[in-house]
């Protein structure tokens, strides 16, 4: 028995020693497969910001601030929970931490950028104000509004750029009161100045 745990201790030794001496030259080529790996996923891992999310808790339902940097873009969205615990936020568009308007981040390529806006916002847009359930919240409201970039409330996630509007409805209609529209920090890229 006693060598029994001899011979197994040794080639439990051996293998180890092996595992930490004997491969270096393969070692050497996985690190170097793995360097030229993360390389290429470098070069092709798609645009992200980074963002955190933190909560204060007020009440029922907690105040969420989220916060996200683009490259020189920092955006600010403010979560604050009415007694239903439905959500409303405010929003700030930062360019190297100045509070600046939306108009200010786009290159000259904007007003392509804002008809695209414009039309996936005004479908929804159409959609309710046409609705027969919704026709009291959109009395008194234009057929057909166009929004400027200013208008707009600007926010990030990891992947897109999110343009928040309100149609300005009353508190009734909240859920009805407004729409979203993201756009992928890659495609968002052709319209920021550089």
Same mark, same amino acid.
């Given at each position: 028995?006693?060598?029994?745990?001899?011979?197994?201790?040794?080639?439990?030794?051996?293998?180890?020693?092996?595992?930490?001496?004997?491969?270096?030259? @393969?070692?050497? /080529?996985? +690190? /170097?497969?793995?360097?030229?790996?993360?390389?290429?996923?470098?070069?092709?891992?798609?645009?992200?910001?980074?963002?955190?999310?933190? @909560?204060?808790?007020? %009440?029922?339902?907690?105040?969420?601030?989220?916060?996200?940097?683009?490259?020189?873009?920092?955006?600010?969205?403010? %979560?604050?929970?009415?007694?239903? %615990?439905?959500?409303?936020?405010?929003?700030?568009?930062?360019?190297?931490?100045?509070?600046?308007?939306?108009?200010?981040?786009?290159?000259?390529?904007?007003?392509?950028?804002?008809?695209?806006?414009?039309?996936?916002?005004?479908? +929804?847009?159409? @959609?309710?104000?046409?609705? +027969?359930?919704?026709?009291?919240?959109? #009395?008194?409201?234009?057929?057909?509004?166009?929004?400027?970039?200013?208008?707009?409330?600007?926010?990030?996630?990891?992947?897109?750029?999110?343009?928040?509007?309100?149609? %300005?409805?009353?508190?009734?209609?909240?859920?009805?009161?407004? #729409?979203?529209?993201?756009?992928?920090? @890659? +495609?968002?890229?052709?319209?920021?100045?550089?």
């Amino acid at each position: 028995m006693k060598k029994f745990k001899v011979l197994l201790s040794c080639f439990i030794l051996i293998g180890f020693l092996y595992s930490c001496t004997a491969p270096v030259s @393969e070692n050497k /080529e996985k +690190e /170097e497969t793995n360097a030229e790996t993360k390389a290429e996923e470098k070069k092709e891992s798609p645009k992200t910001a980074v963002c955190k999310t933190e @909560e204060k808790k007020e %009440g029922p339902d907690p105040i969420i601030t989220k916060s996200c940097q683009y490259g020189n873009i920092q955006t600010k969205s403010v %979560g604050y929970p009415d007694m239903k %615990g439905r959500y409303s936020y405010s929003y700030e568009l930062m360019l190297s931490g100045k509070k600046v308007k939306n108009s200010v981040i786009f290159n000259d390529k904007m007003p392509e950028l804002l008809s695209k806006l414009n039309d996936k916002i005004l479908k +929804e847009y159409s @959609e309710s104000y046409n609705a +027969e359930d919704s026709k009291d919240c959109f #009395s008194g409201m234009p057929k057909n509004p166009k929004f400027k970039m200013d208008d707009l409330s600007i926010d990030l996630d990891d992947k897109n750029m999110i343009f928040n509007v309100s149609f %300005g409805l009353p508190g009734m209609c909240l859920a009805l009161d407004g #729409s979203i529209v993201s756009i992928p920090l @890659e +495609e968002i890229e052709n319209y920021l100045k550089k």
